[in-house]
């Protein structure tokens, strides 16, 4: 083979050689940027998730703001937050609850006999625990991710919730 042959040659595979270096950078880039996003799109999701439990609870215990409207229960080893109303002259209550791995709310005649998995899954959720205190209503709900929301709400009706 002559020597502009060989010359020839080498100008290829150099090319070559950098055209396969490129290609690994790009590969790179594009997965870097891929992992980033996915990053971003969860932590969004997860601070989602956390302003929807607390944005439901809150709204929840302010429709039912009224005398005897809002308490904390027992319910079936759970706290649970009772929301009582007046429907033609019945009595109806909500439960809202964790139970199996979701936030649950379940609406019934308040002379009715139910159990937590009879509830309508909300949004998952490990835990609710809540505590009434002169007034004072205090939720603490963990999300799925774990993050915990707390809620203070000071309950505005006259003679305040049902202790």
């Given at each position: 083979?002559?020597?502009?042959g060989?010359?020839?040659?080498?100008e290829?595979l150099?090319?070559?050689?950098?055209?396969?270096?490129?290609?690994?950078?790009?590969?790179?880039?594009?997965?870097?940027?891929?992992?980033?996003?996915?990053?971003?799109t969860?932590?969004?999701?997860?601070?989602?998730d956390?302003?929807?439990?607390?944005?439901y609870?809150?709204?929840?215990?302010?429709?039912?703001?009224r005398?005897?409207?809002?308490s904390?229960?027992d319910?079936?080893?759970?706290?649970?937050l009772?929301?009582r109303?007046?429907?033609?002259?019945?009595?109806?209550?909500?439960?809202?609850?964790?139970d199996e791995?979701?936030?649950?709310?379940?609406?019934?005649?308040?002379s009715?006999?139910?159990?937590?998995?009879?509830g309508?899954?909300?949004m998952?959720?490990?835990?609710?625990?809540?505590e009434?205190s002169?007034?004072?209503l205090?939720?603490?709900?963990?999300?799925?991710?774990?993050?915990?929301?707390?809620?203070?709400?000071?309950?505005?009706?006259?003679?305040g919730?049902?202790?």
């Open positions: 083979m002559t020597r502009s060989q010359k020839h040659q080498l290829g150099l090319a070559l050689l950098l055209f396969g270096v490129f290609a690994v950078c790009l590969m790179a880039v594009l997965l870097t940027g891929a992992n980033t996003y996915r990053a971003l969860d932590r969004d999701q997860a601070a989602y956390y302003r929807v439990c607390a944005q609870l809150a709204a929840r215990v302010r429709q039912a703001d005398i005897n409207g809002v904390v229960e319910f079936d080893g759970r706290d649970a009772l929301l109303e007046e429907i033609d002259g019945a009595d109806y209550v909500t439960y809202v609850y964790v791995g979701h936030l649950k709310e379940l609406f019934c005649a308040a009715n006999e139910v159990s937590p998995a009879d309508e899954e909300i998952p959720a490990q835990s609710l625990s809540a009434l002169r007034g004072v205090k939720l603490s709900l963990t999300t799925q991710e774990g993050r915990e929301a707390e809620l203070l709400l000071s309950l505005r009706s006259e003679r919730a049902a202790a």
